[in-house]
T-cell receptor, first 110, second 115 residues
Framework: GENVEQHPSTLSVQEGDSAVIKCTYSDSASNYFPWYKQELGKGPQLIID?????GEKKDQRIAVTLNKTAKHFSLHITETQPEDSAVYFC?????????FGAGTRLTVKP | NAGVTQTPKFQVLKTGQSMTLQCAQD?????MYWYRQDPGMGLRLIYYSASEGTTDKGEVPNGYNVSRLNKREFSLRLESAAPSQTSVYFCASSGRGGDYTDTQYFGPGTRLTVL
């Protein structure tokens, strides 16, 4: 089955800096790659996603890139703010089978 | 719209007790899912229902059963709880199902402790 690895497990940045989280996947049949943000005590919330026929997608301060050949995808957050502090999960999916990375705890220091 | 709702929010069980976790969605989605989340790990799929009337095993189905009661509701049952089932359980739903890989929307979770 699919295996998703996510790095780093923790990331601390100064407010205003950029943050990058990277994931790799193993199953070349995966065709959908969402990123979720999870705040303490809450369920994961979708922040951005990308499909396998697209290389890059941007939404305001958040962008995701996908390299299908290398089987890796990344989340980029620019101009970070304290409210960006949370745990971020990447996932790789095909049909109903979604596999998650272990998560990255992002801390943005004011 | 409430989205995906789960009950209860918290539960403490003794080893061997049974319980059912409830999930409902009001988005008219076809597919529904149950995940568990353990410390330091991502979410792992327990069972899913691609459409009303069907259920399938996910990555970690042992010790669980599910029922797709109708299009809105999908329940997860622990017949004889074990300490290894202490976890946070999330329900999710997605729209189209079938061959299309759709966005999944998550509920707030149920925190379960088995003593």
């Amino acid at each position: 089955g699919e295996n998703v690895e996510q790095h780093p497990s923790t990331l601390s940045v100064q407010e205003g800096d950029s943050a990058v989280i990277k994931c790799t996947y193993s199953d070349s049949a995966s065709n959908y790659f969402p990123w979720y943000k999870q705040e303490l005590g809450k369920g994961p919330q979708l922040i951005i996603d990308i499909r396998s026929n697209v290389g890059e997608k941007k939404d305001q301060r958040i962008a995701v890139t996908l390299n299908k050949t290398a089987k890796h995808f990344s989340l980029h957050i620019t101009e970070t703010q304290p409210e960006d502090s949370a745990v971020y999960f990447c996932a790789a999916s095909r049909r109903n089978d979604m596999r998650f990375g272990a998560g990255t705890r992002l801390t943005v220091k004011p | 719209n409430a989205g995906v709702t789960q009950t209860p929010k918290f539960q403490v069980l003794k080893t061997g007790q049974s319980m059912t976790l409830q999930c409902a969605q009001d988005m008219n989605h076809n597919s529904m899912y149950w995940y568990r989340q353990d410390p330091g790990m991502g979410l792992r799929l327990i069972y899913y229902s691609a459409s009303e009337g069907t259920t399938d095993k996910g990555e970690v189905p042992n010790g669980y059963n599910v029922s797709r009661l109708n299009k809105r509701e999908f329940s997860l049952r622990l017949e004889s709880a074990a300490p290894s089932q202490t976890s946070v359980y999330f329900c999710a739903s997605s729209g189209r199902g079938g061959d299309y890989t759709d966005t999944q929307y998550f509920g707030p979770g149920t925190r379960l402790t088995v003593l």
